[in-house]
């Protein structure tokens, strides 16, 4: 059944109060608005919603669906993410005034390792200050002990609580339209009709299909396999070998993007973004002296936990409907980078259209879509950069030349560090990929380039030499 | 420093503004507490004590001013830092990053102004210490349920107050910060 559009009642419709326009589907005064998903994505949508209507004068009531208990160690209690919270996004948070406690943020990072096979080098955050959050997105692995941390999605599902959300436990199987609003069916047969419905559900869940009908023009995103493990280390062990740092691999191996190991508390993550990744890319991974010297004694533990989850690498057909709204991985994402940032950004975008625009196709077309918009044209750029860095994955000289312009950079306080910043953004998702990419037009980039290419491989270093700065 | 602690960690005592040092960021507390002190002609004023969760520095990111007062740590304190350039660069795209801001800083003069108010000729500061502080904080609260009473009153009367405004009888009244 289609959703017709429905006068809302125009003494205290918000939008209509705004917009001045007749008939409009908008959010009033005791509007029921469902959410799928408990991950960041539906916590931000709800948090942001109801902190934007009680601006507003608007009172609401918002029901979130999660059946999962994030506070349940291993994959029943796991969202299936590196767990990164890139340092924009830390700061746009503290702004917002949602700040991590550490018993959330299992380490902070201060620095990158960027490993090679011609060398590693640490690439220092700007402040050296912690501002990127590693982080659980449930309460750990499987094995684990089962500890006083609350999961990241834990924390914000609590936020969300606290400013009135309800939170649901129950898991959503179904979906229809009730008279032109939706409505949901959930695994014990209860139904929930809803003014509003925003989809949280990322893009490993059975629902998403359903909602990917004609009549509503969705089409869900694109997806690649990724792969994540927690390797236990210990905290003596992490402090020791990994610190507070980032481990980024760029290594050539065939169908792989991106690689990184994280610490945490007591486990290291790691996660792979390639080519539909597998068991053979893992082994070869694995099986690399890059790779084994971030272990004691170059042994790389079995892991205690580890996925395939399915990333969003190509956005969401029209992300939103009347009535419907698609956010975080379900809709549109920053390419392999800061996805809990682009849920942030589409979810709060979504809050805004629903509360001070409206709850139309319309609506969420000139309110919430600009939003996307930006970060896919922005995706495009990145698939250049990337297209680079795997170049610089592919050639060795290219590599040789990277690794010492960002090695003087970091060695020489007060120089301009170019190629430092641009990978630092790379690998952390903190800027926008076209910021990123204007910023290698810096007249002086290509010449420093140059110059570290012909000094790389003209003056051929050992190895040994070649790592600079690192631990 | 525990591992996962956000920011940068400042002892007690510790300078983290200074006053008249330019600025590009502003600071959100993330555990502890901070003095913000102002160099007067006799000598430092304590203005405000802020903690976990409040943010300072905030005026660099909109002025191009010097740092109009020190800021001290009281005590071991972490504070993360905001830059500027993020800030200004997510609120083109989204004006209501703004939002929390707008609302501190109101708090922040509606607090200043009853303090201003308390004021007596030769007096001190209220915000002098923090037990001060609070108190002050309690009767603007007072100040302002009242004043909300009289606007409620006010508002049955409208009429009768509209008529007496058009005849110049009643004075405009200062309106709250």
């Avoid at chain 2, 200004?88 to 609302?103: G, T, Y």
Wanted: contains cysteine; glycine residues 8%.
């Amino acid at each position: 059944m289609r959703p017709t559009a429905r006068g809302a009642r125009q003494q205290d419709n918000l939008a209509s109060y705004f917009e001045e326009q007749e008939g409009q589907l908008a959010l009033a005064d005791g509007s029921r608005i469902g959410v799928i998903g408990g991950g960041p994505a539906g916590s931000f949508f709800a948090y942001f919603l109801f902190r934007m209507a009680e601006s507003a004068g608007l009172h609401i009531s918002v029901d979130i669906y999660e059946p999962r208990l994030f506070d349940r160690c291993g994959p029943a209690g796991c969202n299936h993410c590196g767990g990164v919270v890139s340092e924009s996004l830390v700061q746009l948070l503290a702004t917002e005034g949602i700040n991590l406690p550490p018993t959330v943020v299992q380490r902070g990072i201060e620095s990158y390792v960027l490993h090679t096979d011609v060398g590693q080098v640490q690439i220092e955050t700007p402040l050296q200050e912690m501002r990127i959050a590693a982080v659980y997105r449930g309460n750990g692995p499987k094995q684990s002990e089962p500890v006083a941390i609350a999961g990241f999605d834990r924390h914000l599902l609590d936020l969300s609580a606290t400013v009135g959300a309800k939170i649901v436990r129950k898991l959503v199987t179904g979906f229809d339209w009730n008279h032109g609003m939706p409505q949901i069916r959930t695994a014990d047969g209860d139904m929930a009709t809803y003014e509003l419905l925003a989809v949280a559900t990322g893009v490993n869940s059975q629902i998403l299909e359903q909602l990917n009908s004609p009549a509503m023009d969705y089409q869900s995103p694109g997806t690649l396999r990724a792969f994540i493990c927690e390797f236990h280390l210990g905290q003596a062990t992490i402090r020791q070998w990994l610190g507070n740092s980032m481990h980024v691999f760029l290594l050539d191996i065939p169908r792989l993007e991106f690689a990184a190991l994280i610490p945490k508390g007591d486990y290291a993550t790691l996660c792979l973004l390639g080519e539909d990744v597998d068991e053979q890319l893992i082994e070869s991974f694995l099986a690399s002296d890059e790779v084994k010297a971030c272990f004691p004694d170059t042994l790389v533990p079995t892991p205690a936990c580890h996925c395939f989850p399915r990333i969003n690498v190509r956005a969401a057909v029209r992300p939103f409907a009347d009535r419907i709204v698609w956010v975080g991985d379900s809709g549109v994402n920053r390419l392999f980078k800061d996805g809990i940032g682009s849920a942030y950004r589409t979810a709060k975008a979504a809050a805004r259209t629903a509360v001070f625009h409206g709850i139309s196709k319309a609506d969420f077309e000139k309110g919430f879509w600009p939003e996307c918009r930006t970060l896919i044209r922005d995706n495009r750029i990145a698939r250049l950069i990337f297209g680079v860095t795997t170049l610089i994955q592919k050639l060795r000289f290219l590599r040789r030349g990277v690794l010492r312009m960002i090695a003087r950079e970091q060695r020489d306080a007060g120089k301009n560090r170019l190629m430092s910043s641009v990978l630092w953004d790379v690998f952390t998702g903190s800027a926008p990929y076209k910021e990123i990419l204007l910023r290698t037009f810096h007249p002086v980039f290509p010449l420093r380039l140059t110059w570290n290419l012909l000094a790389a491989n003209l003056l051929r270093t050992e190895r040994k030499g070649m790592k600079e700065g690192a631990r | 420093m525990n591992s996962g602690s956000l920011g940068k960690t400042y002892a007690d005592g510790a300078i983290i503004v200074r006053q008249g040092d330019s600025g590009d960021c502003m600071f959100a507390i993330q555990k502890g507490q901070i003095e913000v002190v102002r160099r007067g002609k006799d000598g430092d004023v304590r203005v405000a004590v802020l903690e976990e969760g409040e943010i300072f520095g905030e005026m660099a990111i909109f002025e191009r001013e010097a740092r109009s007062a020190t800021v001290r740590a009281l005590g071991e304190v972490r504070v993360l830092t905001v830059d500027k350039k993020t800030f200004l660069r997510r609120v083109q795209e989204d004006p209501s990053l703004a939002f929390n801001l707008v609302r501190m800083m109101s708090r922040r003069i509606r607090r200043l102004s009853g303090e201003i108010a308390e004021l007596q000729p030769g007096g001190v500061a209220r915000s002098q210490d923090t037990l001060a502080l609070t108190d002050a904080e309690r009767r603007i609260e007072r100040r302002n349920r009242t004043d909300r009473r009289v606007t409620k009153d006010r508002r049955s009367g409208g009429n009768r107050r509209r008529d007496a405004e058009r005849r110049g009888a009643v004075a405009a009244s200062p309106s709250p910060a």
